[in-house]
């Protein structure tokens, strides 16, 4: 329900299943309330490990396969990570860069903003897309350095225009 998409039909809906004999309370505890062993330590290492750029209005962490290895981390814990750093009060925009499991030269990048920042545009020149909160691109044949570096031009590109 917090999102801008969100309309007077989906209340209606929410609504009717409300009114069926399932235990709702106990499925939203489930969905929003309760995390793994391995999210908790993605989300420690994550805040142990993000960059603030921007005067904090920009939060960045980096996932290789050695800090999820050494963390006991997997790439299920880290999924929705990005959403934690976006709520961080300041950040307008999160990124997180998360080295591929099966390919050490393959980076997804994943990245969230508070409607000031078109993240759309970002990812466009990445090779990746999506909409102006939410989008994501993949980075073949690349470094964890290169990946830094194709971001940080990105952004520098954005914010330049």
Do not use: P, W
């Not at 990570?81 to 709520?87: D, F």
């Not at 080295?99 to 545009?121: G, H």
């Amino acid at each position: 329900f917090k999102y801008s998409n969100v309309t007077d039909e989906t209340h209606i809906i929410a609504s009717s299943l409300v009114s069926r004999d399932i235990d709702y309370a106990e499925i939203n505890r489930l969905i929003f309330d309760s995390k793994t062993i391995g999210e908790i330590e993605a989300e420690k290492l994550t805040y142990q490990n993000m960059q603030l750029k921007c005067d904090g209005k920009l939060a960045i962490i980096s996932f290789t396969n050695e800090m999820k290895q050494k963390s006991n981390v997997t790439d299920e814990d880290i999924g929705d990570i990005v959403n934690h750093i976006r709520q961080i009060e300041g950040v307008s925009v999160a990124i997180s860069i998360k080295q591929s499991s099966n390919n050490e030269n393959k980076f997804s990048v994943s990245s969230r903003s508070n409607k000031d920042v078109d993240v759309s545009m970002l990812c466009a020149k990445l090779g990746g897309g999506g909409h102006i909160t939410i989008a994501g691109a993949q980075l073949d044949d690349t470094t964890l350095e290169e990946a830094d570096e194709q971001l940080k031009n990105a952004i520098d590109e954005i914010l330049n225009q």
